[in-house]
């Protein structure tokens, strides 16, 4: 069995790019990491890895043809995941604002934060149409191998391995010492840009369905 290895390296130029555009996976890793520490960061990280697995799988078995999924079910679990991430980012931005408010008793604590690896797994899941996405961006690559099987365990396993060194190249940039003196306002920064996708994502799901 031949490895095409120029269509490889396509695939691998793709999803670089692809992956290291900021989004909400990437937003969410480096507010954790900034604020929470490296190791928060690569939990965060396993999380997101996860959920693109889970939606990998999906997006394979509907290549071929073992399960359907609906618009309507889709739009639903969308709309789910927006209001996840819209909670999640607005109880960050009440952390952090508490943290800084010092005349506010108490204002030390910070609220009670679902684990990392769960964070990762269901912001990173919260857009189910990229399952779409996969079912559309692996057939280009399926012929890296002469079997479609073999192929798509080896473009899940690139994108896997490509996402989690990228995600671990932002967490080790959130640690470099002059970044990491701004914390504060990078956890804020990302719960924000979080807050805008969700309320973006929301609306345009809501205004599809209409």
């Given at each position: ?12 130029a ?30 965060t990280?396993?999380?997101?890895n ?56 108490g ?8 684990p ?62 002059l970044i ?16 805008v ?14």
């Open positions: 069995m031949n490895l095409h290895y120029t269509l490889l390296l396509a695939y691998v793709a999803i670089v790019l692809l992956i290291a555009t900021p989004g909400p996976v990437v937003m969410l890793v480096v507010g954790n990491a900034a604020r929470r520490g490296v190791q928060q960061g690569f939990l990280a396993v999380g997101a996860a959920a693109s697995l889970v939606l990998i799988a999906v997006a394979t078995l509907m290549v071929f043809g073992v399960v359907l999924v609906s618009d309507r079910l889709l739009a639903g679990l969308q709309v789910l995941g927006c209001v996840f991430v819209s909670i999640l980012a607005i109880r960050t931005l009440y952390g952090e604002w508490r943290s800084g408010d010092k005349t506010t008793p204002a030390a604590a910070t609220p009670q934060r679902l990392a690896t769960f964070q990762g797994f269901f912001v990173g899941i919260a857009n189910p149409k990229d399952v779409l996405f996969f079912v559309a961006f692996f057939p280009q690559f399926i012929g890296v191998t002469s079997d479609s099987r073999v192929s798509l365990l080896i473009l899940a396993a690139m994108w896997i391995i490509v996402d989690f060194t990228i995600l671990s190249s932002y967490i080790a940039a959130c640690r470099h010492p990491h003196r701004q914390q504060r306002w990078i956890s804020i920064l990302s719960a924000g840009f979080l807050l996708l969700a309320v973006a994502g929301l609306a345009g799901t809501v205004q599809g369905g209409v």
